[in-house]
């Protein structure tokens, strides 16, 4: 698979809600008939996040829209919760931080790597509070008037 095939579909929302801590490439378990319409573009990533269950990472709200691909004998939905695949450190490392910090865990992107597999970019993240989110957007059109300029 070439470069320009890759295709990255981003949560812009969480860059500006949350104050990133740490990030993860992770996989993700998926149907063929979500992986088609992923690769196709119907894919929704912006409200979604990720819980722990069961000593396992669960991936929520990620809308994958599933209209023309389904058949009769499928009953998939477009909302349903998706395993995400990290090993056991990986997992314990992030409840511990999860539990000891109060951070959230939110999906930045989803691409495919140099293989052709779907990877999630996952963060341990922070939400930001009114007056951060002001003093960020300030910097971040500071930051485009300098490149202006």
Do not use: C
């Amino acid at each position: 698979m070439s470069n320009k095939n890759l295709k990255i579909f981003q949560n812009r929302k969480a860059l500006f809600n949350y104050e990133i801590i740490q990030t993860f490439e992770v996989g993700i378990v998926l149907f063929g008939n979500e992986i088609r319409s992923i690769r196709d573009g119907r894919v929704v990533i912006d409200n979604s996040y990720a819980v722990i269950k069961k000593n396992e990472i669960w991936i929520m709200n990620l809308f994958i829209d599933l209209k023309e691909l389904k058949n009769k004998f499928d009953n998939s939905d477009n909302l349903r919760p998706k395993k995400l695949l990290l090993k056991r450190k990986q997992i314990e490392k992030i409840s511990h931080s999860l539990k000891s910090n109060n951070y959230t865990m939110v999906p930045l992107d989803l691409h495919f790597n140099q293989k052709g597999f779907l990877k999630v970019k996952l963060a341990l993240s922070k939400g930001r509070k009114k007056a951060d989110l002001r003093e960020y957007k300030k910097q971040r059109d500071w930051k485009k008037e300098k490149q202006k300029l």
